[in-house]
T-cell receptor, first 112, second 116 residues
């Protein structure tokens, strides 16, 4: 079946450090891929998306590239801020299943 | 901005009680969803609805039911709460099938339910 695997957290970084959160997927067909972010006390919100291979999604300094050959969609940011502390969820969407499939989430802690 | 509200942020219930979790969205979205969020398991879909009075089972519907009598409101019902239903419950909505952004879901802040 379709699934998403994320690196376990927490990921702890100092401010201005480089961030990578790994995400790989298993899917029959060609999914769309997403990163959602959940700030403390809030619901999830869409951070970025990519709907086909080699697409790069970007938002708020975060980027992720849809790599079909490695079935990956790793999230990166060049310089993290304390305000980026949150839980990040990788997800995929298949039109055939009409639902989002989420990874287990990765908590990011950024220290001043 | 899309707003999805949930009736309670925190709820404590006893085993065997009937529990209602309410969700309201204000953007005229066709689709609504209920998830539960547990550490290490991410979000798991309980039920969803793509129209009034329509419902579809998600991945873990056992022990739950839903009701959608009005487009803006989607209720999750625990008929007889059990301790293994202690969790964070998240409601979401998204625009209809005809749109290009049906996968973009808007989430409420969640209800943390504790069953004792």
């Amino acid at each position: 079946g379709n699934s998403v695997t994320q690196m376990e957290g927490p990921v702890t970084l100092s401010e201005e450090a480089f961030l990578t959160i790994n995400c790989t997927y298993t899917a029959t067909g060609y999914p769309s891929l997403f990163w959602y972010v959940q700030y403390p006390g809030e619901g999830l919100q869409l951070l970025l998306k990519a709907t086909k291979a080699d697409d790069k999604g970007s938002n708020k300094g975060f980027e992720a590239t849809y790599r079909k050959e490695t079935t990956s969609f790793h999230l990166e940011k060049g310089s993290v801020q304390v305000s980026d502390s949150a839980v990040y969820f990788c997800a995929l969407w298949m039109d055939s299943s009409y639902k989002l499939i989420f990874g287990s989430g990765t908590r990011l802690l950024v220290r001043p | 901005d899309v707003k999805v509200t949930q009736s309670s942020r925190y709820l404590v219930k006893r085993t065997g009680e009937k529990v209602f979790l309410e969700c309201v969205q204000d953007m005229d979205h066709e689709n609504m969803f209920w998830y539960r969020q547990d550490p290490g398991l991410g979000l798991r879909l309980i039920y969803f609805s793509y129209d009034v009075k329509m419902k579809e089972k998600g991945d873990i519907p056992e022990g739950y039911s839903v009701s959608r009598e009005k487009k803006e409101r989607f209720s999750l019902i625990l008929e007889s709460a059990s301790t293994n239903q202690t969790s964070m419950y998240l409601c979401a909505s998204s625009p209809g099938r005809a749109g290009a952004f049906i996968y973009e879901q808007y989430f409420g802040p969640g209800t943390r339910l504790t069953v004792t």
